[in-house]
Structures are given as C-alpha cells and as structure tokens.
C-alpha cells in the first residue's frame, strides 16, 4: 500500500509541463499547480495578447494573475522526494535514462520540451499542452492525461504556426474568401458569411492544383533539358562554324594581300622600267652632246691659230679647209622625271579599295549581327508575357517641371504649371522622364494613357542629353532612343530622327516587351487580346530605361499587373 501512495502522491506533485517534480509550485487561479519557472515562461509568450490561458483547463485569465509559492505543495514536495529517496524500492523514473546517441535530436527533429539535459527526439505534439514529447516523455503525459481529452498529433515545430494569433485556437477552417486559414472564432466575427471550407477540403483542392501545377512544371522541365540540349548543340555548331569561317575568311584575306602585294611589285617594276629607258636615252644623248662639244672646242682651238697667222696665202687656203660642224638645234631638257599620273591611278586604286572594303565589312557586320542562336519566342497571349513583367517607377530626378509625379510615382501628368522640382544634372528640358529601373534580360510592362495630345512611349539609354533642346536630348530623334507615339487618331516610332508612320490603334494600352540580349523591341496593343504594333530588331549596347514624353494634360500610367 505504500507503493500504491508514493506512486499517487508522485503523479499528484507532477507539473503537466514538464512532467517532473514541481519545483518552487504556484497554484493558478483555476486551482491547477505548475512550476514557477514553467508557467511563467508560458505566460511569457502571450504577453503581446494580454490573454492568459491554464495549460490544462484552457480557462482564460485578464489580466495577468500574479504568482505566489505554494509553500504547502513546497514542503510537501520535499517530503516526497525525501520518502523517495529513502525507500528500496525502485521506482519508475521521473527523469528519463540516457538513450543511444541516435536518438539524440538532430538539425531537422523536433526536440522534446520535457527533457532537462540532452534533448531528446519529440515523437508527438500536444495541441492541448502545446509541447512536444519525446517517447517516454510521452508516456507520463498520458499517464497523466489520459481520458481527458488532450489531442496529440505527429511531432512538429511548426505549432505556432498551426495557431491563431488573434484567438489563441487551432487554425481548422480555410477562407476561400481571404485566402488564408482561421479559427473558429475567426468564421464567427470577421469571417461570417464568407466562402469557408475545413482545411482538410481546402488541402484536397489545392493539392488537386497542386499536382497539375506539378505537371506543368514537370512538362516544362522536360521541354526546357531539350532546349538545353539542343542550345548545347548550337553552341558546338556555331563555334565549329565561326572557326571554318575565321579559317576561310583568313585565307581569303592572305589571298587578297597576296594579290595587292603582286600589284604593288608590278607598279614598282613599271616604275623602275620607265626610269631605266628615260636615264638610258639622256645618258646616249649626253654622250653625244659631250662629243659635239669636244669637236666645237677643237675647232675653235684651229680657227684662232689661223686668224693670227701674217702669211695671207696660208690663211686662205687654211680657212677654206675648216669647217663648222655640229648641230645648232637647241635641247630641251626636263629637270625631274614626272610620275604624278601614275602615283593618281595608284592613289584613286587604294581610294576605291578602301571604301569597297568598308562596304564590305560593313555588310559583313551586319551580316554577322542577324547570325542567333536562339530565335526570338513569339508570345501570343498576355500570360506568356507576364512572365516578363517588372513593376517600373519613375525618377523624379529626371522629371521636367510640368509633369507632375502621383500614385507612388507611376503616373504622370503633362500639366500648365511648374513643379517647384529641385535642380538635377539628370532632369530633362523636355517635357518627358525616365524610370528608376534599368531594363536588361527580358522584360514587359504596360502603359495607360488617356487625354487627345497623345503620349510617348519609350525606351533609351542612359547616357542620352537631358539639358538643351537639341536633338540630342530629345525621345526618338537620335540613336540614344526609340519612341512610339500613340493618340486616339494618330501612331507612329521614331528612331534616330527617322520617323515610321503606323496604322492608328484604338486601344489606349500599350504593352512594351524588350529582349535586351536578342536586340528585340516589340510595343503591342492590349485588349483582350495583344497585337503587334510595330517590332525593331537591332543590337542595344547599353542598359534600356523606360520614359515618356508627354503632350498638354495627356497622362501616363505604369500598370500593375500580376505576373
């Protein structure tokens, strides 16, 4: 018999929290008895709510009840344990045994909340108690508890969670309404007369689209390890043919110089050539003329002695056996030999070989630029290009004065009166401004307009002019933007001051979708459906922003959409 009341005076001493000895008791106003430590750290956590709740009855307490030693459960705690120490008996114990080390709770378990020392792995939670038990934790609870209704439920640490932060009840009604899971007190006050379901229905809908979701996924997994493979594949093909290309397009060009090289050496040669027989025909006559000069100069030697000679006889007859030869035409004699013809033809050749191949190149480059990989998707409903969507914002740094900025700056409005802006190098002296957010990659956005000026829809970079009024600075007029204008009887794009008329769109929504790395600048009308309005393939070098410009009381909105 003793036995029997050690045993019953043990479980009648056990705090339900940590299902050991009580230690410094305190009775509660509902009469249940805890551990000081234990129901203040409960009480603890519902601090936030001013809502305090017994452990076991679930009686709720406002305000806080203030705790004081049970000094009779005290000394009657003391004798127990004294009784138990001091009896031979072995008693079951109050403290669970060390167990195998793999037992022990790791990263990713539950650990149970009883256990003083190592914590131990939970193996189920009680949604009455709010804590977790490992095994024989467990087993004292429902020594404890059993019949009274505690539920217990697989160990989870999720338990916080699984409750309601207003009412302090388990979430087990799901509102369709809200989209979000409640308690039962919920589906009475805020929740009454919504769309409600038990979390296990809601759980049987959504799992069913869960798992279409599922497949979807699992279909485009399998669609995209194809389009993998068959990138990996380009990717290989296309370096082999850019090396044969490399390979020809060096032979073509050692071949061509090859070429120029053989028609300098016969320039060369026809130059040598003609100055060989221009030096050989002046040496032949310089010789000629140094012989002439040389019989002159004999002749005049002759002549002198005979004109002082006295014998008049002799002078007679010396005189008649001389006489004057040589030639008496004049030479006319160049002093440079003149190759400006040919050094002409030599110059007009390279002139033309030069812009023959910056043709060439030229066409080559672009050529070259139109050569992808991957070609450009074609999207044909709105879902397609949501997946793109970015919510865009515009600067108020590169606003002009008249517009003016509303709905956390994703409307914009052309007004009759200056903002009172302050100065910024970015801010533009035309009536137009740019986003916040760059655009690379792929991207979509849509844009409202409404008033009879019309709007301008563009895309620039970032480095376009923004002070003056030169074409520099303006949307569309140079090659730093593209702009599309739309109005209720008018559409056109403008780029680099080249302007595009196009077929007026009724719709006062335009979509925008850039792939930056594809050189794809598409505008679409939105509707129900989406239709082209006008498509630019070319080749960005810089990050896009997204801007207006505006005309007088036109407005601009940035949609927000759900991608």
Same mark, same amino acid.
């Given at each position: 018999?003793?036995?029997?009341?050690?045993?019953?005076?043990?479980?009648?001493?056990?705090?339900?929290?940590?299902?050991?000895?009580?230690?410094?008791?305190?009775?509660?106003?509902?009469?249940?008895?805890?551990?000081?430590?234990?129901?203040?750290?409960?009480?603890?956590?519902?601090?936030?709510?001013?809502?305090?709740?017994?452990?076991?009855?679930?009686?709720?307490?406002?305000?806080?009840?203030?705790?004081?030693?049970?000094?009779?459960?005290?000394?009657?705690?003391?004798?127990?344990?004294?009784?138990?120490?001091?009896?031979?008996?072995?008693?079951?114990?109050?403290?669970?045994?060390?167990?195998?080390?793999?037992?022990?709770?790791?990263?990713?378990?539950?650990?149970?909340?009883?256990?003083?020392?190592?914590?131990?792995?939970?193996?189920?939670?009680?949604?009455?108690?709010?804590?977790?038990?490992?095994?024989?934790?467990?087993? %004292?609870?429902?020594?404890?508890?059993?019949?009274?209704?505690?539920?217990?439920?697989?160990?989870?640490?999720?338990?916080?969670?699984?409750?309601?932060?207003?009412?302090?009840?388990?979430?087990?009604?799901?509102?369709?309404?809200?989209?979000?899971?409640?308690?039962?007190?919920?589906?009475?006050?805020?929740?009454?007369?919504?769309?409600?379901?038990?979390?296990?229905?809601?759980?049987?809908?959504?799992?069913?689209?869960?798992?279409?979701?599922?497949?979807?996924?699992?279909?485009?997994? %399998?669609?995209?390890?194809?389009?993998?493979?068959?990138?990996?594949?380009?990717?290989?093909?296309?370096?082999?043919?850019?090396?044969?290309?490399?390979?020809d397009s060096e032979r073509i060009f050692s071949e061509l110089i090859r070429s120029i090289e053989k028609r300098r050496s016969e320039a060369k040669q026809l130059i040598r050539d003609q100055e060989?027989?221009?030096?050989?025909?002046?040496?032949?006559?310089?010789?000629?003329?140094?012989?002439?000069?040389?019989?002159?100069?004999?002749?005049?030697?002759?002549?002198?002695?005979?004109?002082?000679?006295?014998?008049?006889?002799?002078?007679?007859?010396?005189?008649?056996s001389l006489s004057l030869s040589g030639s008496t035409d004049s030479l006319t004699i160049s002093s440079h030999l003149s190759f400006d013809s040919v050094l002409k033809s030599i110059s007009q050749?390279?002139?033309?070989?030069?812009?023959?191949?910056?043709?060439?190149?030229?066409?080559?480059?672009?050529?070259?630029?139109?050569? %992808?990989?991957?070609?450009?998707?074609?999207?044909?409903?709105?879902?397609?290009?949501?997946?793109?969507?970015?919510?865009?914002?515009?600067?108020?740094?590169?606003?002009?004065?008249?517009?003016?900025?509303?709905?956390?700056?994703?409307?914009?409005?052309?007004?009759?009166?200056?903002?009172?802006?302050?100065?910024?190098?970015?801010?533009?002296?035309?009536?137009?401004?740019?986003?916040?957010?760059?655009?690379?990659?792929?991207?979509?956005?849509?844009?409202?307009?409404?008033?009879?000026?019309?709007?301008?829809?563009?895309?620039?970079?970032?480095?376009?002019?923004?002070?003056?009024?030169?074409?520099?600075?303006?949307?569309?007029?140079?090659?730093?933007?593209?702009?599309?204008?739309?109005?209720?009887?008018?559409?056109?794009?403008?780029?680099?001051?080249?302007?595009?008329?196009?077929?007026?769109?009724?719709?006062?929504?335009?979509?925008?979708?850039?792939?930056?790395?594809?050189?794809?600048?598409?505008?679409?009308?939105?509707?129900?459906?989406?239709?082209?309005?006008?498509?630019?393939?070319?080749?960005?070098?810089?990050?896009?922003?997204?801007?207006?410009?505006?005309?007088?009381?036109?407005?601009?909105?940035?949609?927000?959409?759900?991608?």
């Amino acid at each position: 018999m003793a036995e029997t009341n050690i045993l019953v005076e043990q479980d009648e001493f056990t705090c339900s929290v940590c299902l050991d000895l009580l230690k410094d008791p305190v009775t509660i106003p509902c009469g249940h008895s805890y551990c000081m430590s234990c129901i203040s750290g409960i009480w603890n956590q519902e601090d936030r709510k001013e809502i305090y709740r017994c452990p076991q009855c679930r009686q709720i307490f406002s305000p806080r009840p203030v705790l004081g030693k049970n000094v009779v459960f005290a000394q009657m705690v003391e004798k127990l344990k004294m009784r138990l120490q001091a009896t031979p008996v072995p008693l079951p114990p109050l403290v669970p045994p060390p167990v195998p080390a793999h037992h022990h709770t790791g990263s990713g378990d539950v650990q149970c909340d009883a256990c003083s020392g190592i914590k131990q792995t939970a193996v189920k939670t009680c949604r009455e108690c709010r804590n977790s038990y490992c095994q024989n934790h467990l087993e %004292q609870h429902e020594s404890l508890f059993r019949g009274r209704g505690h539920n217990l439920m697989d160990a989870t640490g999720r338990l916080k969670n699984m409750m309601c932060r207003q009412h302090d009840k388990m979430l087990e009604i799901y509102c369709r309404t809200d989209q979000r899971c409640i308690c039962m007190q919920c589906l009475v006050d805020e929740h009454k007369n919504h769309d409600t379901v038990s979390t296990a229905a809601a759980r049987t809908e959504k799992q069913a689209h869960l798992e279409e979701k599922k497949k979807k996924i699992h279909l485009r997994i %399998q669609k995209r390890e194809k389009d993998l493979q068959e990138l990996r594949e380009a990717v290989a093909s296309h370096k082999r043919s850019a090396q044969t290309a490399v390979e020809d397009s060096e032979r073509i060009f050692s071949e061509l110089i090859r070429s120029i090289e053989k028609r300098r050496s016969e320039a060369k040669q026809l130059i040598r050539d003609q100055e060989r027989a221009a030096v050989k025909q002046a040496e032949e006559q310089l010789e000629r003329l140094e012989q002439e000069i040389n019989d002159l100069r004999r002749t005049e030697a002759e002549l002198k002695q005979v004109s002082h000679t006295d014998d008049h006889i002799h002078f007679l007859q010396s005189l008649s056996s001389l006489s004057l030869s040589g030639s008496t035409d004049s030479l006319t004699i160049s002093s440079h030999l003149s190759f400006d013809s040919v050094l002409k033809s030599i110059s007009q050749l390279r002139d033309k070989l030069q812009q023959f191949s910056s043709e060439t190149i030229e066409n080559i480059s672009g050529t070259v630029k139109t050569i %992808q990989i991957l070609q450009n998707p074609e999207y044909d409903t709105k879902q397609e290009f949501l997946q793109y969507f970015h919510q865009l914002t515009l600067d108020p740094n590169t606003v002009h004065p008249c517009l003016l900025l509303s709905e956390g700056n994703t409307v914009i409005t052309y007004t009759d009166t200056y903002n009172n802006y302050p100065f910024h190098p970015e801010r533009f002296d035309y009536a137009q401004g740019l986003c916040r957010q760059s655009v690379t990659g792929r991207c979509y956005w849509e844009v409202e307009y409404s008033g009879s000026a019309g709007v301008y829809t563009a895309v620039a970079y970032k480095s376009i002019g923004r002070k003056g009024e030169g074409l520099e600075c303006a949307f569309g007029s140079n090659n730093q933007s593209w702009i599309l204008f739309t109005s209720p009887s008018r559409c056109s794009f403008r780029h680099n001051n080249k302007n595009t008329s196009l077929p007026a769109v009724s719709c006062r929504r335009v979509g925008v979708y850039v792939d930056h790395s594809a050189g794809t600048l598409s505008f679409y009308s939105v509707s129900d459906t989406m239709s082209l309005i006008h498509r630019v393939q070319t080749a960005f070098t810089q990050p896009l922003y997204a801007g207006f410009g505006l005309g007088l009381y036109s407005t601009a909105k940035l949609c927000r959409l759900r991608s």
